[in-house]
């Protein structure tokens, strides 16, 4: 969690506020939903501009993932390429990552200002053994708070209790000030008014203007109803963000700015793009009333920038309205996508958009819908998706599709595909997006390298293997499929493909069977899985080896789930029958495990091994033991009372008097003597 102090090194603020971005294939249609609605509330606020990373345009970018560290981030731009934004397990909420693109933007948490002493104390010790770095306070060489004071409401502040050693702990607390009480702190809703003043200052936003981000809306300059109109010079920028696949139809209404030569000094800009390098459309002055000047976007955004000087002085400006207008022909030459009017936010009442999809020749057009939310009906009579097999409404239909479940992917014959979206008045949800890749059968080929089965898929093909079989991690080759029941005396356990790296998302499952009477241990000889080293469940979420004995049909006791690279102790099952299940997740794979077994005969299952008390089974071999306050007999079976004096050194642990849980015997004198290193309490 390295990172709202902002960054004082100018070499970490994105060049003109753009920040591209790429989401690794792994996540859902719902993440990245999600992913664009915190982007667009960024955009909404400030003059950042998130855009999908041309690589051609854009040599450094984020690229949202997932990281062992869970939730984190640099602070602002690294300048060496991609960068992670890491969004993990728990950390797909809506607040948590608007948090983290406050990193990303160039944002360290507020608790760390250089001021901090005046407005929060820090509770030390209650902070998490291992996490005391994030409550460091930053020098004035990397914060600089541009002169905003302390904002115990900003999306990067940490709430009272962040990595306390418990929830009812105190980490960090605003000053106590006589007669108030306490701000609340932590809010991960959305950006308070200082985060939003803070970043219009850190990029230099222009003070008048905004981000549009609705279907449709007017506009107009700053002095245009004023009845003094504005003397000094100004320079304001309104940017329109449609959906994806959308493009923007502006109406320029009226028109009064100071005519210079080439409209050199004073105009309205108008870009086909989000930044200075996208194509001009357009640069208007003059006085022209009723002008109704027609300016259209080839793509989903467009940038308007209102410049005068001194001259403009007395002129009413412009005013203009705006429209996005959805469908249209695609000519795809790599992968694409389509998009509901206004998605992911809910799509538009009364609206029909026709996409026409052309791939080149030999090709195919294919769909796959990553989210789906569109009024349920069981003849889709109301909302619906319909996909034809060609490029007209009289094209064979694939399919019409309404309701929340995701349609299966579709493909068409041709090298088109009609896709048409239709909403009545009443109704609305959250819509759909889809990918649109241009398809071929890889596996008609013979160069798909598969052992067994090749499978074609969208975009690509997978390898298969015959039953009894499963896929090596290098996709291709099979190899024997992991997990089974175990007879034989001794073996061993492999993770798949050992000692290479073990594939994603398996589950594997063996059961270790001795004969009744014996009890089996298992030595782990290798281990390399992801994750720290932990011993319990809790805290191994990613990869994990878990150890159970089976007691009777269904009962199991575990022994312990096992993650990172620390080899596991030995264990010994209470059984006949151990259970070693192992199970990895879709981002990080290790090396494995490696482990090897045996079944020992337990001989304390028959008549207690003969001894008088307890029996304890070893490898090999048993030992008879003896309740506190009796000692051994020399034959090793027996029991006799003993002293009664006992030295104590252990760290912790539990005492018994003689014979426990039994009655203990008559007339003893029984002494426990505690010591422990210098500087300890008992």
Known sequence: RSTRAATAKKERIWDFGVIPYEIDGNFSGLHRALFKQAMRHWENYTCIKFVERDPLEHPNFIVFTERPCGCCSFVGKRGNGPQAISIGKNCDKFGIVVHELGHVVGFWHEHTRPDREDHVVIE?????????????????????????????????????????????????????????????????????????????????????????????????????????????????????????????????????????????????????????????????????????????????????????????????????????????DINLENGGRLESPNYPADYLPNKECVWRITVPKDYQVALRFQSFDVENHDNCAYDYVEVRDGDSPDAREIGTFCGYKIPPDVRSTSNKMYVKFVSDPSVQKAGFLATLVKEVDECERNDHSCDHDCINTMGGYECGCIAGFELHSDRKSCEKACGGVLTQKTGSILSPSFPREYPMMKDCAWEIVASPQHKITLNFTHFDLEGNTFYQSSECDYDAVTVYSKIGDESLKRHGTFCGSKIPPAITSDSNVMRVEFRSDKTVQKTGFAAVYFADVDECAVNNGGCQHECKNTVGSFVCLCRNGYMLHENGHDCKEGGCKHEITSANGQIYSPNYPDNYPAKKDCIWHFSTAPGHRI
Not at 140 to 148: P, T
Not at 179 to 185: A, F, S, V
Not at 211 to 229: A, C, I, N, V
Request: charge should be positive.
């Open 124 to 328: 030390k010790n209650n902070i998490m053994v291992g996490q005391e770095y994030n409550f460091n306070k930053l020098s004035e060489d990397e914060v600089n708070s541009l002169g905003q004071p302390y904002d115990y409401f900003s999306i990067m502040h940490y709430a009272r209790n962040t990595f306390s050693k418990g929830s009812y702990l105190d980490t960090i607390l605003p000053v106590e000030i006589v007669g108030q009480k306490r701000p609340e702190i932590g809010q991960r809703l959305r950006l308070s008014e200082g985060d939003i003043t803070q970043t219009n200052l850190l990029y230099k936003c222009a003070r008048c203007g905004r981000t549009f981000q609705d279907h449709s809306g007017s506009f107009h300059s700053p002095s245009y109803f004023s009845k003094t109109p504005a003397v000094d010079a100004e320079r304001c920028e309104w940017r329109i963000t449609a959906t994806h696949g959308e493009k923007i139809v502006l109406n320029i209404t009226d028109l009064d700015i100071f005519k210079s030569d080439n409209c050199r000094t004073d105009f309205l800009e108008i870009r086909d793009g989000y930044w200075y390098k996208s194509p001009l459309l357009g640069r208007f002055c003059g006085s022209r009333r009723n002008s109704n000047i027609i300016v259209s976007s080839t793509g989903s955004r467009m940038l308007l920038s209102f410049i005068t000087s001194y001259r403009q002085a007395g002129m009413r400006g412009f005013a203009a309205h705006y429209e996005a207008i959805c469908g249209g």
